[in-house]
């Protein structure tokens, strides 16, 4: 059996120059890309999924330059970052979900993550719950289909 | 048999005679097993589908089914999920939308992509609305959701209806019509299942309300499908016959032949029975 279920995502972006891009998958199936220019941008995507399987939702966030993010004489900086506002999956916002669930593997620049082991600080390469993307990286979501059940898994 | 003009109502009462009057009575008297949802649901698929008196077609399109506490509950489910303002009706539903001030609109009115609940058949034409071929006619071209409230067709003979139709979601069925008033208990069949009131009773709060099951799997072993009409399709006639009405296809409903206007012969039927039968 299979279930055709509606993706919706809500977006914020801030950058002075270059907008946040993003491609969303599923499964590995690109099935959205595009840039994110608005504080609150809406993304909709429909996708059939086999009931019964592990299926993995992600967010590849990009376009973030070295040049991005620059530091300005009165010690305040211009950057570019992205939000995930909201995430809704068969009409249910899994905010609560998001938090415990999801997780976030950034991609830090090359010069700056070898100025921060110099420095001894340890990067994390697994992030629990981020929404607030100021690296590039991908975010993951993984369930299970039917999703109704899924989700009334998670709260038994 | 005699019939008296008297006993027709206004009020479209279900029938209620003195056998099911007995099985309710024994219910209470007897010492009963508990049915849970798991083994409700097959025996009640079962039995909705052994009429022989209508022709249901497409239910292997709907493989999801939970256990409702009557059709008002699927309703209500279903305005839980979509908002007082997220679906629509069409003129002459329901009197319980009317009573919450939900209005109906003309079939050409009807907004897009907004979910409609339909009430099938009607109580006004004792059938299918006479417009239902444009109703799926026009959700197919505004991308419309139909979900189809079917709690008199147990009550309804020579319905044609196949529910095998791509804007068809989801519809349900109840026994309350026979005399189950004091527990309702009915199924909802899907195409595809999504959280609502009816998903969360049936899948969180797992084996909830057992004595609704247990009451309809008691009536179910007592009371074949087709019970109303079989026992009294002939009494709907000959009543209509003896006070010139006009009969209908559904059992304790008929029409008055100027106006058509429906009126109630339940309580007459109910009333002609013999106390066994």
Same mark, same amino acid.
């Given at each position: 059996m299979q279930e055709h279920i509606q993706f919706e995502f809500g977006f914020q972006s801030e950058y002075w120059d270059l907008p946040p891009k993003i491609d969303i998958f599923i499964n590995n199936v690109l099935v959205w890309s595009g840039a994110v220019e608005s504080k609150n941008a809406r993304v909709l995507v429909n996708h059939t999924l086999d009931y019964n399987q592990e299926h993995l939702l992600a967010i590849r966030r990009y376009?973030?330059?070295?040049? $991005?993010?620059?530091?300005?004489?009165?010690?305040?900086?211009?950057?570019?970052?992205?939000?995930?506002?909201?995430?809704?999956?068969?009409?249910?916002?899994?905010?609560?979900?998001?938090?415990?669930?999801?997780?976030?593997?950034?991609?830090?620049?090359?010069?700056?993550? $070898?100025?921060?082991?110099? $420095?001894?600080?340890?990067l994390e390469t697994h992030v629990p719950g981020e929404t607030w993307f100021g690296h590039n990286g991908t975010w993951y979501f993984q369930f299970t289909s039917p999703f109704y059940q899924y989700v009334i898994n998670q709260f038994r | 048999m005699e019939w008296n003009k008297?006993?027709?109502?206004?009020?479209?009462?279900?029938?209620?005679?003195?056998?099911?009057?007995?099985?309710?009575?024994?219910?209470?008297?007897?010492?009963?097993?508990?049915?849970?949802?798991?083994e409700f649901i097959p025996q009640a698929i079962e039995w909705f589908q052994s009429s022989r008196v209508n022709n249901i077609q497409g239910w292997n399109a709907f493989p999801l089914v939970d256990v409702t506490m009557g059709n008002t509950h699927y309703i209500e489910s279903f305005i839980l999920k979509y908002g007082w303002d997220g679906f629509q009706i069409l003129k002459n539903e329901y009197a319980y939308y009317t009573l919450m001030g939900k209005h109906g609109v003309d079939v050409e009115d009807l907004e897009p992509n907004k979910p409609l609940l339909i009430t099938l058949p009607h109580w006004s034409f004792c059938d299918l609305r006479p417009e239902w071929q444009d109703v799926l006619k026009i959700c197919e071209q505004r991308n419309i959701d139909i979900h189809i409230d079917l709690a008199w067709i147990i009550t309804a003979r020579d319905i044609d209806l196949n529910l095998d139709h791509p804007c068809i979601k989801s519809f349900a069925m109840s026994m309350s019509k026979y005399s189950l008033q004091w527990s309702r208990v009915?199924?909802?069949?899907?195409?595809?299942?999504?959280?609502?009131?009816?998903?969360?009773?049936?899948?969180?709060?797992?084996?909830?309300?057992?004595?609704?099951?247990?009451?309809?799997?008691?009536?179910?072993?007592h009371?074949?499908?087709?019970?109303?009409?079989?026992?009294?399709?002939?009494?709907?006639?000959?009543?209509?016959?003896?006070?010139?009405?006009?009969?209908?296809?559904?059992?304790?409903?008929?029409?008055?032949?100027?106006?058509?206007?429906?009126l109630g012969i339940g309580l007459a039927l109910g009333e002609s029975t013999p106390n066994s039968i």
């Open positions: 376009n973030k330059t070295d040049n $991005q993010c620059v530091i300005l004489n009165d010690g305040t900086c211009k950057d570019q970052y992205l939000i995930i506002k909201q995430v809704i999956i068969d009409d249910i916002d899994i905010q609560n979900l998001v938090w415990h669930r999801s997780w976030y593997e950034p991609e830090y620049p090359t010069a700056w993550k $070898q100025e921060q082991e110099l $420095q001894g600080v340890v | 008297k006993s027709i109502t206004e009020k479209l009462h279900p029938i209620n005679d003195a056998y099911m009057k007995k099985l309710r009575s024994d219910w209470f008297s007897c010492p009963q097993k508990e049915i849970g949802y798991k009915g199924l909802r069949w899907s195409r595809q299942k999504s959280m609502d009131s009816v998903t969360i009773f049936n899948n969180y709060y797992y084996e909830t309300n057992t004595i609704v099951t247990s009451v309809g799997a008691y009536f179910i072993n009371l074949e499908r087709d019970y109303c009409w079989n026992t009294y399709g002939d009494r709907h006639h000959d009543l209509c016959s003896s006070l010139g009405l006009l009969p209908t296809k559904i059992i304790h409903v008929v029409q008055d032949l100027e106006t058509k206007k429906s």
